[in-house]
């Protein structure tokens, strides 16, 4: 079975500059979550999606970052314009359904340098 | 909001020994669940072990074990028979019923040959 897929794995923009992530879950995974991990802390959930709703964006930064999930399947995460903060490791999940308890299945990030 | 504490930045074992990794949360909530995340040093997080609140039975894979003291609202992790692929950072994990998920600042585990 293919693991969630990100890309780029990489990344480097000057501030102001804008910035999209990509993110293909595992195949039949309804539920995906976009987390921002900043260097020397936890992930942090910025984005949930069940199919192609939204179930929680609380921690989203809504002036700057958006996400989407067409179709239900891959996902993106923009961000616009791009500030020094907002470097960090953006790491991509899925599970199987939106019930408690299931294990969350991580990508590789995207480590996201803004100079 | 419920906040998850690591307060061990860094601990080391030596191979084949024992180490016990803590963590602790903050909730109101009776019914939740809590987990132990793996991230290998350049590689992707991987689930080590859940625990639901609901259980009294304290969850075991294999060599990890956790302890979970819901009234002490603790949820430590037992890592037994130290190896070097267990070198990594662990992070404590909570999720409520709204399905809201909570990571710590996680710990650096390194085994020492």
């Known amino acids: 079975e293919a693991g969630v897929a990100q890309s780029p794995r990489y990344k480097i923009i000057e501030k102001r500059q804008s910035v999209a992530f990509w993110c293909n879950p595992i195949?039949?995974?309804?539920?995906l979550y976009w987390y921002q991990q900043i260097l020397g802390q936890g992930p942090k959930l910025l984005i949930q999606?069940?199919?192609?709703?939204?179930?929680?964006d609380s921690q989203l930064p809504k002036d700057r970052f958006s996400a989407e999930r067409l179709k239900g399947v891959d996902s993106t995460l923009k961000i616009q314009p791009a500030k020094l903060e907002d470097s960090a490791v953006y790491l991509c999940?899925?599970?199987?359904?939106?019930?408690?308890?299931?294990?969350?299945?991580f990508g590789p990030g995207t480590r996201l340098t803004v100079l | 909001a419920q906040t998850v504490t690591q307060s061990q930045p860094e601990m080391s074992v030596q191979e084949a020994e024992t180490v016990t990794l803590s963590c602790t949360y903050d909730?109101?909530?009776?019914?939740?669940?809590l987990f132990w995340y793996k991230q290998p040093p350049s590689r992707q997080m991987i689930l080590v072990i859940r625990?639901?609140?609901?259980?009294?039975q304290n969850a075991t894979e294999n060599r990890f074990s956790v302890n979970f003291q819901k009234a002490a609202k603790s949820f430590s992790l037992k890592i037994s028979d130290s190896q070097l692929g267990d070198t990594a950072m662990y992070f404590c994990a909570f999720m409520n019923t709204g399905n809201q998920f909570y990571f710590g600042t996680g710990t650096s585990l390194t085994v020492i040959p």
């Open positions: 625990q639901e609140a609901y259980k009294q």
């Open positions: 999940a899925s599970s199987p359904r939106r019930e408690a308890f299931n294990e969350q299945f």
């Open positions: 195949s039949g995974h309804a539920t």
């Open positions: 999606f069940q199919n192609n709703g939204v179930v929680d």
């Open positions: 909730t109101s909530e009776n019914n939740y669940y």
